[in-house]
Each structure stands twice: as C-alpha cells, then as structure tokens.
C-alpha cells in the first residue's frame, strides 16, 4: 500500500524547534518531489517548503525562510521539515504530500499538482 505518514508534531513554546518527517511505504521517495503544506483554522492550505527529485534544491515561503530547512533522506526514504525558531502563527497541521516528476518544485508549485498525502500532524505554538 504506497502511503504518507507524517510524524513528528506536538505542542512546543514560541522559539522552540521541532522536526516532522515524512516516511514514504510502497513506493520509493526519492524519485518524487515533496511539498511540506500547512493548514490553520479557518485558512487555505499553503505551501511553506519544497525539495525537488531531480538535484534536490529547494524553496521556502516568505514566511519560514531561514526558520525552516527541508531535506531527504533516501536510505530512509523519509523526508524531513526542520523548523526552528517557531512562532504561534506558524501553528497548524502540517501535510506531506509527493509529485512524481522530475520537474523541479517550487513554492508556487500549487498542491493540485501533488499526487499523494499524508494524513497531517498538528504543531502547535503556544506558552
């Protein structure tokens, strides 16, 4: 069964760090992009990072540059979402999703273009 499992999230205080990964079953991930996506109540989901299949680079949102640092890991088959210097407004549940291509990704690379989900795992910023 191919499959998207975020882990990683939970309840941290503003200016704390958390690491969310992305493990992939079934398939194997480094032949896929990924997009981390965000979602809060009441706002649309919104890409806040991005690595490529084909060379690896990657783009972030206005929002998490230099808080937040994408990465892979392909003999774990896991990608990973390094948030540093967390703030509340970065709460929300966040979403892995994959792209087979080897087009390269981008933040503007919208989540139609994704073809496989994870279910999600809330952060939350609080103290």
């Known amino acids: 069964q191919w499959q998207l499992v975020e882990s990683g999230g939970g309840l941290v205080q503003p200016g704390g760090s958390l690491r969310l990964s992305c493990a992939a079953s079934?398939?194997?991930?480094?032949?896929?992009?990924i997009g981390w996506f965000r979602q809060a109540p009441g706002k649309e989901r919104e890409g806040v990072a991005c690595?490529?299949?084909?060379?690896?680079?990657?783009d972030y949102a206005d929002s998490v540059k230099g808080r937040f640092t994408i990465s892979r890991d392909n003999a774990k088959n896991t990608v990973y979402l390094q948030m540093n210097s967390l703030k509340p407004e970065d709460t929300a549940v966040y979403y892995c999703?994959?792209?087979?291509?080897?087009?390269?990704?981008?933040?503007?690379?919208?989540?139609?273009?994704?073809?496989?989900w994870g279910q999600g795992t809330q952060v939350t910023v609080s103290s």
């Open positions: 999703a994959a792209r087979s291509s080897w087009d390269p990704v981008v933040i503007s690379t919208t989540e139609y273009e994704y073809d496989y």
């Open positions: 079934g398939f194997t991930l480094d032949y896929y992009a």
């Open positions: 690595i490529s299949s084909s060379d690896d680079s990657t």
